[in-house]
């Protein structure tokens, strides 16, 4: 069994930058995608960004997409997600996950997470 510990987040002002860190402990989590899912009050969450166990595939939304940089280090079990030119609608608790289907899947409907982190609050403020 894996956890995922996350840290991170916070309050910055528009245009400011924030870094999400998802620690593995456990089980080893080198064999799975892992990335970082985000849901605002009042709407579904939505994946935001993953990196494939190699690091050789991501997925990015498109909103974030420019702004946003995820990478991982298998030998840490560590992934990171380095979040620039936050905007107000980026504040959301996000939260991240480790499943088993690669980076380019993660929107499907119906997608398998295996583990989950705790969540962090992100609040950009105009």
């Known amino acids: 069994q894996a956890q995922l510990e996350e840290s991170g987040g916070g309050l910055v002002q528009a245009g400011g930058s924030l870094r999400l860190s998802c620690a593995a402990s456990?089980?080893?989590?080198?064999?799975?995608?892992v990335g970082w899912f985000r849901q605002a009050p009042g709407k579904e969450r939505e994946p935001v960004a993953s990196?494939?166990?190699?690091?050789?595939?991501?997925y990015y939304t498109d909103s974030v997409k420019g702004r946003f940089t995820i990478s991982r280090d298998n030998d840490k079990s560590t992934v990171v997600l380095q979040m620039t030119s936050l905007k107000a609608e980026d504040t959301a608790d996000y939260y991240c996950?480790?499943?088993?289907?690669?980076?380019?899947?993660?929107?499907?409907?119906?997608?398998?997470?295996?583990?989950w982190g705790q969540g962090n609050q992100v609040t950009v403020s105009d």
């Open positions: 996950a480790a499943g088993e289907s690669p980076p380019e899947q993660w929107t499907r409907r119906g997608l398998s997470i295996r583990y």
């Open positions: 456990g089980r080893a989590f080198s064999s799975y995608t």
């Open positions: 990196i494939f166990w190699r690091g050789n595939r991501t």
